[in-house]
Structures are given as structure tokens and as C-alpha cells.
């Protein structure tokens, strides 16, 4: 079952000089066993639904339901610590929050906490290096000895390894060079399509978004604009360009080729998908 917004709003600072409606009135649905990528620009709302996805936050009004339960139901005092082990949230740069002497103790330290066993723990701390490439020898290195991206994934795994049923990552490539984030996002893809997860991707990158995520849910100044599959939401590339988000520049040359009377009738956010495209209209066959 899904992840469910239902007409949420969320206030920071209420009643005081600060006071800031982040989120007005939101509905959506974090579907199951897909990547839903979660885009606004800066200040949108990404950050402060993550943290209502799992309990951290509590909404102004409006409910968010986890499983068909609402989260926030007050005569069900067990759901909050249980949908903390639910929805597992990696907050933005996570490596700030290593402490451990060693990575496999970081990443153990979630599982510890749910009361797992020694030898469970150990098997999911296997599975959660596995998954996000951190190799034996990195296991029993201080994090602090770790490169960027490497402190990255062991925070990432910290969370992989409470087994989460929904996993939320908020900006998980941030900071990390061109091949870092290639990596990062791709182990990402594979575990979810290995372990049927719900992986919500909150990036401002329409370009992570094209290449690793099936569904898309687009923020503007604490609303929804759009939520659909990808080619829904980059059927107007033009349109995402106006609300300050980077659109692929071979989106943009498609479409304004497009205007041009070129007729490439599928929505394109790649090169590789752009040569294809192209080779098949030189060679005279149908765009699909
Ligand atoms: N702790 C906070 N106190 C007050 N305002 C905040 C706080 N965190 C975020 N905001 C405000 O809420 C809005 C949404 O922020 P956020 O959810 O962090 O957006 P995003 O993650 O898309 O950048 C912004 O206007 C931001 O300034
Ligand atoms: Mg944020």
C-alpha cells in the first residue's frame, strides 16, 4: 500500500514574527514498487515532506496516511516508532551524521536499535554494503577515513540495513562529482528493482529525474504543479523551464527541433534516446 498526502499543509514558526506556510494543501500518492522522484526548486516543500513521510514532522492539517494507517492518529501511540523503522529517511549530506569507530558498526547501529540479533544484524549489514558497493576492507576503516562519496553510500546503508518498506532520500547525489552520482543513483535503481522497495528520490535535477525515476511529483512554492509518469511530465519541457528547474538541454533542442516541424513524437531526455530517434527518422522510419 501506498504513501498517501491528503490535502497537507505544514507551518513552520506558527504564531511567531517567522512564521512560513511550507506546504499548502498537498495531495499526492507515493505509489509501491517504483522510484518516484520528488522535484521543486530550492524552498519548494521537498525537504519538509520527507520529514512528514515518516513521522519527524507532524501536519498543520491534512493527513498523511503510510499503509492505509494515519501516521499521526492519536489513539494509535505504536504507529509513530513503528512508521520510523517504516519509512527510512537518508537526510541530505547523511555522512554528517556518522559517529561509529568503524562503517560496519555505522551501518549496524539501526538494526541494533530494532532489537535484531547478532547474526541478523551481521546479514543485514552485508546486504546494505552490497547494495550500495562498500567494499570488505571499507567495513572495518573508521567513516572518517572514507573519501566523500564512500562516507556517502555507508550512510545510505545505515538506512538500507533496517530494511525499510518505503526509503526516502533527499538530494542522495548532492555534492558528489558527475561519476559519483551516476553510481550512487544507479546503485540506488538496482535495489529497488531487486527488493521491490518504494524509493522516493527528492532531487532538483529534471536530469536524475529522466534517468532513475518511473514517477514524478513536481513542486512549486508548496503545492503540487504536476505528478505523473516521466513522459507526462516532460511533455512541456518548457513549462518546468519557467518554474527555474534544469530541463535537459537535448529535451529543450528536441522539442524547439520540434516546433521546426521535425516530428520526433516521443518525449526524449537523453542523448542516447535523441540518436536513436534521429537515426530512425534518417532512415525513414515512423517516430513511435
Ligand atoms: N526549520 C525551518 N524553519 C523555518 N522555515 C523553514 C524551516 N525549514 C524550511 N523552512 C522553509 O519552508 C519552506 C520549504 O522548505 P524545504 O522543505 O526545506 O524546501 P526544499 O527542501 O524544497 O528546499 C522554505 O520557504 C523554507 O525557507
Ligand atoms: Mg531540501
Redesign the pocket.
Known amino acids: 500500500m501506498p504513501i498517501i498526502f491528503d490535502n497537507v499543509s ?1 507551518v ?2 506558527e504564531h511567531t514574527p ?1 512564521e ?1 506556510k ?2 499548502d494543501g498537498v495531495s499526492f500518492t507515493i505509489e509501491d514498487d517504483m522510484i518516484t522522484g520528488l522535484i ?12 512528514l513521510c515518516n513521522g519527524l514532522y507532524k501536519p498543520w492539517a491534512g493527513t498523511v496516511t503510510v499503509d492505509g494507517e494515519d501516521i499521526n492518529d492519536k489513539n494509535n501511540k505504536k504507529n509513530k516508532s513503528k512508521n520510523f523503522f517504516r519509512v527510512g529517511l537518508v537526510f ?1 549530506y547523511p555522512e554528517y551524521q556518522l559517529f561509529e569507530e568503524t562503517v560496519r558498526k555505522d551501518i549496524a547501529y539501526g538494526p541494533k536499535n530494532m532489537g535484531c540479533s547478532e547474526e541478523e544484524i551481521a546479514i543485514r549489514v552485508a546486504e546494505a554494503a552490497r547494495f550500495v558497493g562498500i567494499s570488505d576492507e571499507n567495513l572495518d576503516k573508521s567513516p572518517f577515513d572514507l573519501s566523500g562519496g564512500q562516507k556517502r553510500r555507508a550512510a545510505i546503508a545505515g538506512v538500507i540495513a533496517m530494511e525499510p518498506k518505503y526509503l526516502i532520500l ?2 542522495p547525489a548532492a555534492g558528489l562529482d558527475p561519476n559519483g552520482r551516476d553510481d550512487i543513483l544507479t546503485k540506488l535503481k538496482q535495489y529497488q528493482r531487486e527488493k521491490h522497495t518504494s524509493v522516493v528520490i ?1 532531487s ?1 535535477s529534471m536530469e536524475d529525474m529522466a534517468n532513475y525515476c518511473d514517477r514524478i511529483i513536481v ?1 512549486k512554492k ?1 503545492g503540487v504543479y504536476k505528478c505523473g509518469d516521466k513522459n507526462e511530465i516532460f511533455s512541456d519541457p518548457m513549462a518546468l523551464s519557467s518554474l527555474g528547474l534544469s530541463v535537459p538541454q537535448i529535451t529543450k533542442l528536441i522539442y524547439n527541433a520540434n516546433q521546426y516541424g521535425v516530428g520526433i513524437n516521443e518525449p526524449i531526455y537523453t542523448v542516447d534516446a535523441a540518436y536513436d530517434a534521429v537515426m530512425r527518422l534518417i532512415s525513414g522510419e515512423e517516430s513511435t
Not at 521543486?40 to 520529514?51: D, E, L
Open positions: 505544514y513552520y514558526g517567522f512560513n511550507a506546504l521543486g526548486q530550492t524552498g519548494s516543500g521537498k525537504s519538509t515532506i520527507a520529514q541530505q533527499d538530494e527528492i532538483h513542486l508548496g
